[in-house]
Nanobody, 127 residues
Framework: QVTLVESGGGLVQAGGSLRLSCAAS????????MGWFRQAPGKEREFVAA????????NSPDSVKGRFTISRDNAKNTVYLQMTSLKPEDTAVYYC????????????????????WGQGTQVTVSS
């Protein structure tokens, strides 16, 4: 049974930074790509960032490009999302997810590319 546990969310002022963590267990972490998504109230869940099993970063959407950086530490079975220059529109629940297949070279952008999700962590950016 695979489990993902996010942490690091909170309340921050606009322009501030946060680092989210996602600890994985139950699967050989280094074999799988990982992704971060977010969902704001009343909106659909959207892709934020992803990193392949080999550490390659997937192109992020323009809304976060240059501000958010994903990384992974296979020794700690953890993926991180470093968020800087935060804006009120970044307010959302952030979810990490693990790819369905090991050593995947397919898409990372859709929710159906992933089969296990964390419970989410709230990020609130005040203006």
């Amino acid at each position: 049974q695979v489990t993902l546990v996010e942490s690091g969310g909170g309340l921050v002022q606009a322009g501030g930074s946060l680092r989210l963590s996602c600890a994985a267990s139950g699967r050989t972490f280094s074999m799988y790509g990982m992704g971060w998504f977010r969902q704001a109230p009343g909106k659909e869940r959207e892709f934020v960032a992803a990193i392949s099993w080999s550490g390659g970063r997937i192109n992020s959407p323009d809304s976060v490009k240059g501000r958010f950086t994903i990384s992974r530490d296979n020794a700690k079975n953890t993926v991180y999302l470093q968020m800087t220059s935060l804006k009120p529109e970044d307010t959302a629940v952030y979810y990490c997810a693990v790819k369905k297949e090991p050593y995947s070279i397919g898409s990372y952008y859709a929710q159906y590319d992933y089969d296990v999700w964390g419970q989410g962590t709230q990020v609130t950016v005040s203006s």
